[in-house]
Nanobody
Framework: QVQLVESGGGLVQPGGSLRLSCAAS????????MGWYRQAPGSQRELVAT??????NYADSVKGRFTISRDNAKNAVYLQMNSLKPEDTAVYYC???????????????WGQGTQVTVSS
């Protein structure tokens, strides 16, 4: 019922920057939380950052380097990644906690993932 489409991944040198984008579409009344997670080979998926209407939250490993933002009119979330390190290499997934109707339950949806590789 809801599709999340990510873009902006790629290959970048250490110290470089990338901006990820994610747009949600479908049966959406409201989006409570949007976020970014990542999964490196052989590792579990981990939180990178989340954003609500008024608050942001970051993993300690990305604080001061990454910035999450959202555009409610577009049902979109962005992740500006600066000072990238090789250990940031992973598949990045966006998610959204969505209500399909007023006062309805919240459902979590995930994007398909976008690869970020930091290497010289």
């Amino acid at each position: 019922q809801v599709q999340l489409v990510e873009s902006g991944g790629g290959l970048v040198q250490p110290g470089g920057s990338l901006r990820l984008s994610c747009a949600a579409s479908g049966s959406i009344f409201s989006i409570e939380v949007m976020g970014w997670y990542r999964q490196a080979p052989g590792s579990q998926r981990e939180l990178v950052a989340t954003v609500t209407s008024g608050n942001t939250n970051y993993a300690d490993s990305v604080k001061g380097r990454f910035t999450i933002s959202r555009d409610n009119a577009k049902n979109a979330v962005y992740l500006q990644m600066n000072s990238l390190k090789p250990e940031d290499t992973a598949v990045y997934y966006c998610n959204a906690d969505v209500r399909h109707r007023e006062y309805g339950p919240v459902f979590r949806y995930w994007g398909q993932g976008t690869q970020v590789t930091v290497s010289s």
